[in-house]
């Protein structure tokens, strides 16, 4: 099971770091990605990062503002969030999948709300 954490209300210019975690399995043994919805819109990729860690891709919107990364002492996926602007308000979720580059995500974890005031 995959559980997506650390959202909330931040102003425009802020940071937030979301977390994803996983009980019952490893998530170094997948590709993990994130992805958002913003209500009335569909769902957009956000980054992803490859099984290791060893390659990760950010959509061009979050390019330099996102970065996505690994810690597999502790189980956990990343997103670290600078810059933020009103546009990146939206639901975020974590997937686990296989399959580098073409990914196929297999698994899905309940979304965190982030919200950022202009």
């Known amino acids: 099971q995959l559980q997506a954490s650390g959202g909330g209300l931040v102003q425009a210019g802020g940071s937030l770091r979301l977390s994803c975690a996983a009980s019952g399995f490893t998530l170094d043994n997948y590709v993990i990605g994130w992805f958002r919805q913003a209500p009335g819109k569909e769902r957009e990729f956000v980054a992803a990062?490859?099984?290791?860690?060893?390659?990760?891709y950010h959509a061009d919107s979050v390019k330099g503002r996102f970065t996505i990364s690994r810690d597999k002492a502790k189980n956990t996926v990343y997103l670290q969030m600078n810059s933020l602007k009103p546009e990146d308000t939206a639901v975020y979720y974590c997937?686990?999948?296989?399959?580098?580059?073409?990914?196929?995500?297999?698994?899905w974890g309940q979304g965190t709300q982030v919200t950022v005031s202009s």
């Open positions: 997937a686990a999948g296989s399959n580098w580059p073409a990914v196929t995500y297999d698994y």
């Open positions: 990062i490859s099984r290791g860690g060893g390659s990760t």
